[in-house]
């Protein structure tokens, strides 16, 4: 183009300086056509056809109903149809599918092109590819909405406090936590000071002013109360920033909503101190348990010692006096006396005295006896026990042995089935059998001829422990003594046989000791069957039949 | 066991009855040595180191105790433990007689050197084999003094 000649305007627009234009559109770094009037293409640029991925050739003379989607198309020819209509230029997004395969968004600016007579006579559009930007921007809008939801799930608010404007700008979350609307709030310190529970304002006050003057980052738990009259627990963090001149400007930080935190916390501490106050009633229990034991201990001494010691005087002069008694009576033989006088001295000295002495023998006696039943149980309850694998087996065997004169004189049948082995004090152990298969062999229903069984299997109940039983056909326990069975000095059938009434408290205590049970069927005339549990010793080999 | 026998036996119990049930069945089979009673443990301690009320006496050559466990003040154990403590008076033979037969406290006695231990029971009969055994065991104490055999 020369600048001394004068150029006329043009007439067509691929005239021949309408070339440059062409140029400049062709190269231009944006999307750019020229459609006319009836939506005809009449040129399209480089990047047009990159990105639409239509040749020039494809696109020129066609509309864009013939070319895009009805969709797409309709959205184009509505903002085409806008620019030639009202001859004004149009900034418009539009989104369309590109020659990539993918969604892209434009910015698209049209303009019409106007003849001499002010009448648009085709159309020019450039556009500018912003889906980047787009996407960048719904990034940022997604991270929000990731970061109000996080706010959400964890309680926690975040706020920013603008010194100089005292402002305050709350996050969604805050105004939750607070129950506020953000109309409702006085959006300054004083209207976040009127929210703080009275208890804890000055404090509040003081933390943040200290803050803000010695510009340092603080943290503080305070109440606030909603609008509704309920009251939350807050924790806050917040720092100082400062402008230039070291002037503090800005406050921002997070308040959390740790009310149930503290609810969990403050029932952790009621139950720790509770549990504290536990083991100190524990302690003392076992303080007092240790002493009553003593106690216990101190008891038995004076039964071993103390009760014992009257005892032997009231035996010894009884035995004094029946001696004395008999010397009376020798001596009584060897002088004379009127016959009625004679009978009469005889009568005190034999139904009189000698009779009461016996009385007073036999109840000291049992009184002797049952001293030392006492103390034998408690020495059970001390001796220490030796933990060894036991054959139950070889154990009922030699108790059976000992007791083989009663068995036979007795007639009783006595049957052993193969019992597992148990782990315990062999001697205590063998107390418990010849004391279950003593009484099975003494108490039997008279007119009946006894038989005993003893058995034994797995615990299925509780691992560990082997279930033993001694099964006998004999007179039975009323229902209504069950309850005292294992009580000491408790006789069921005096006249059966004679006894302490020790022997079952005895059993139940080295059952105990071994960390077992002990109970009874029983039916009076029936029989009875006593059940223990002991802890389970290896198993046999060959195992149980 | 003769009348002759000079061995004097020291009886130290707190309780009268015990005191005279043991005379008594003494005598009754037939020791008839001098028997003195003490009642309480610091009269026993005295009597046996010839202090306090019994500082004329000389020596224990001839004595044979019988000594009660249960006693208020100083008991029968620690006695014993003072008398087997000392050479004065370890030679002395002790018999412990008391109403208990609780094991650790027997197993206490003869560790601490009791020569024998008797448990004072109640049944009479057994009372009188208990003192027939110490008159059998007097004797046998009596022996190597070189005196002449009992009759």
């Known amino acids: ?545 | 066991m003769s009348a002759d026998n000079k061995i004097s036996i020291l009886l130290v119990d707190d309780d009268d009855g015990h005191t005279e049930l043991v005379r008594r069945n003494l005598r009754r089979v037939g020791i008839n040595n001098e028997v003195v009673t003490l009642t309480t443990g610091a009269d026993a301690l005295d009597y046996v180191f010839c202090r306090g009320e019994y500082a004329g006496r000389r020596g224990n050559d001839d004595l044979l105790m019988l000594l009660d466990i249960n006693m208020p003040g100083i008991d029968g154990v620690e006695v014993l433990r003072q008398i087997k403590a000392s050479d004065e008076t370890r030679k002395i033979p002790v018999i412990m007689l008391t109403t208990t037969d609780d094991p650790r406290e027997i197993n206490r006695c003869y560790a601490l050197g009791c020569n024998i231990y008797i448990t004072k029971p109640v049944d009479p009969s057994a009372f009188i084999e208990a003192i027939r055994r110490l008159g059998l065991l007097l004797s046998v104490v009596a022996m190597p003094r070189g005196r002449e055999a009992p009759p």
């Open chain 1, 1 to 545: 183009m020369s600048k001394d000649e004068p150029t006329p305007r043009p007439r067509g627009i691929f005239g021949h300086e309408a070339d440059e234009a062409k140029v400049i559109l062709e190269h231009m770094p944006a999307i750019a056509f020229v459609k006319d009037r009836g939506g005809r293409y009449l040129f399209v640029n480089r990047l047009f056809e990159t990105h639409l991925g239509v040749t020039a050739e494809h696109a020129l003379g066609k509309t864009d109903h013939e070319m895009f989607p009805v969709v797409i198309a309709d959205g184009f020819v509505a903002h085409d149809q806008s620019v030639l209509r009202t001859k004004q230029p149009l900034m418009e997004e539009e989104v369309a599918l590109h020659g990539d395969g993918k969604w892209h968004t434009t910015i698209a600016v049209k303009f019409p092109l106007l003849d001499t007579a002010g009448e648009p006579y085709a159309l020019c559009g450039v556009a500018t590819d912003i889906t980047d930007r787009k996407e960048a921007e719904q990034k940022v809008k997604r991270s929000e909405a990731q970061l109000s939801e996080a706010q959400r799930l964890a309680h926690l608010g975040s706020w920013e406090w603008d010194m100089r404007a005292n402002t305050v700008t709350w996050s969604a979350e805050l105004y939750r936590i607070h129950g506020l609307d953000p109309a409702q709030f006085l959006a300054t310190f004083d209207g976040f000071l009127d929210r703080v529970v009275p208890g804890d304002r000055e404090r509040v006050r003081s933390v943040v002013g200290q803050a803000r003057r010695d510009k340092v980052p603080f943290e503080i738990e305070y109440g606030i109360t909603r609008p509704d009259g309920s009251s939350r627990a807050l924790r806050a963090r917040g720092q100082v920033l400062s402008d230039g001149a070291g002037e503090p400007v800005l406050m921002t930080g997070t308040a959390q909503d740790v009310t149930e935190r503290k609810a969990l916390e403050d029932e952790l501490v009621a139950r720790s101190r509770k549990l504290e106050e536990i083991n100190v009633s524990l302690e003392r229990r076992t303080a007092e348990l240790a002493e009553k034991n003593q106690e216990v201990e101190a008891f038995v001494y004076i039964v071993s010692h103390d009760l014992r010691a009257p005892l032997v005087n009231l035996q010894g002069f009884a035995r004094e006096l029946e001696l004395c008694c008999q010397d009376l009576q020798g001596r009584l033989r060897s002088v004379t006396l009127p016959e009625g006088i004679r009978q009469e001295v005889d009568g005190i000295l034999n139904d009189g005295m000698l009779s009461a002495l016996r009385y007073i023998s036999a109840s000291t006696t049992k009184f002797q006896r049952l001293i030392d039943a006492l103390l034998m149980l408690s020495r059970l309850g001390r001796q220490e026990y030796r933990l060894e694998e036991v054959d139950m087996n070889a154990l009922v065997d030699t108790t059976l042995d000992s007791v083989r004169q009663g068995i036979d004189t007795s007639g009783v049948r006595v049957t052993r089935d193969p019992l597992p082995n148990a782990k315990g004090d062999t001697t205590a152990l063998g107390q418990i059998l010849s004391n279950l298969i003593g009484n099975a062999l003494k108490y039997r229903q008279p007119g009946r001829a006894g038989i005993v069984t003893l058995g034994g299997e797995a615990w299925q109940a509780g691992p560990h422990l082997n279930h033993y039983w001694v099964r006998d056909n004999g007179a039975g326990i009323p229902a209504a003594a069950q309850p005292r069975l294992f009580q000491v000095f408790q006789r069921f059938h005096p006249a059966l046989a004679s006894g302490e009434g020790m022997g079952l408290a005895i059993v139940k205590r080295i059952v105990d000791r071994h960390g077992g049970t002990i109970w009874a069927d029983s039916e009076q005339n029936a029989g009875t069957t006593f059940h223990f549990t002991l802890p389970a010793g290896r198993p046999v080999a060959g195992g149980i039949p």
